[in-house]
């Protein structure tokens, strides 16, 4: 069985600054994917990032990138001049195409950007 | 393509009531997904549909829940006889497989229960 384990339950972050949510998984599978997601207030579940596990170059999306330790099975979130509208719940989730596309979830870090 | 459209957005209702969930799935999107989300126990995966198929639904908690796929554009989540332990956000999730692997999946609003 997968698991994901999200050991921050909180953040918080001043605006501008940067930020790192961390992320550690298990997983026997060696072929599988890596995203984080989003959910602000409104409760909308967004894609942030995605990481393939075969690819040894980490995901960048404009001020969100990852680090991705694969030997350590671990997949952390960074998030540069963080920005108001970043205040959310972000989650952590893995994917194995073995087990049809479906996610399994981190437990979710809180995180606050302070004006 | 307007994304992962659920219906109702809220709904309250008295225990033992019936409960109807709606999701119509992105359009071209082969993979569907029911979600649970509650502050005890996260986010669930209830039961997921390939192709109008259900593969897993060994994360449906009871026998009260009922999932059905008639068409590749709706799906429904069934409470039936709903009960206040119910109450939680679900959300319906779609995918794509390309090249035999799934991708990331897109999720809908979801629907916040709350069962009185």
């Known amino acids: 069985a997968q698991t994901v384990t999200q050991s921050q339950p909180e953040m918080s972050v001043q605006e501008a600054e940067t930020v790192t949510l961390s992320c550690t998984y298990d997983?026997?599978?060696?072929?599988?994917?890596l995203f984080w997601y989003k959910q602000p207030p409104s409760r909308q579940m967004i894609l942030v990032i995605r990481q393939e596990a075969y690819k040894q170059q980490n995901a960048t999306e404009n001020r969100f990138s990852v680090n991705f330790q694969k030997a350590a099975k671990s997949f952390s979130l960074k998030i540069s001049d963080s920005q108001l509208g970043d205040t959310a719940m972000y989650f952590c989730a893995f994917m194995t195409a073995r087990y049809g596309s479906r996610l399994t979830f981190g437990e979710g870090t809180q995180l606050t950007v302070n004006p | 393509d307007a994304g992962v459209i659920q219906s109702p957005r809220h709904e309250v209702t008295e225990m033992g009531q019936e409960v109807t969930l709606r999701c119509k799935p992105i359009?071209?999107?082969?993979?569907l997904f029911w979600y649970r989300q509650t502050m005890m126990r996260g986010l669930e995966l209830l039961i997921y549909?390939?192709?109008?198929?259900?593969?897993?639904d060994s994360g449906m908690p009871e026998d009260r829940f009922s999932a059905k796929m008639p068409n590749a554009s709706f799906s429904t989540l069934k409470i039936q006889p709903s009960e206040p332990r119910d109450s939680a956000v679900y959300f319906c999730?779609?995918?794509?497989?390309?090249?035999?692997?799934?991708?990331?999946?897109?999720f809908g609003q979801g629907t916040r229960l709350t069962v009185v």
């Open positions: 359009s071209g999107h082969d993979y």
């Open positions: 997983t026997s599978e060696n072929n599988y994917y």
């Open positions: 999730a779609s995918s794509f497989s390309l090249g035999g692997a799934g991708t990331e999946a897109f």
């Open positions: 549909f390939n192709n109008n198929v259900p593969i897993d």
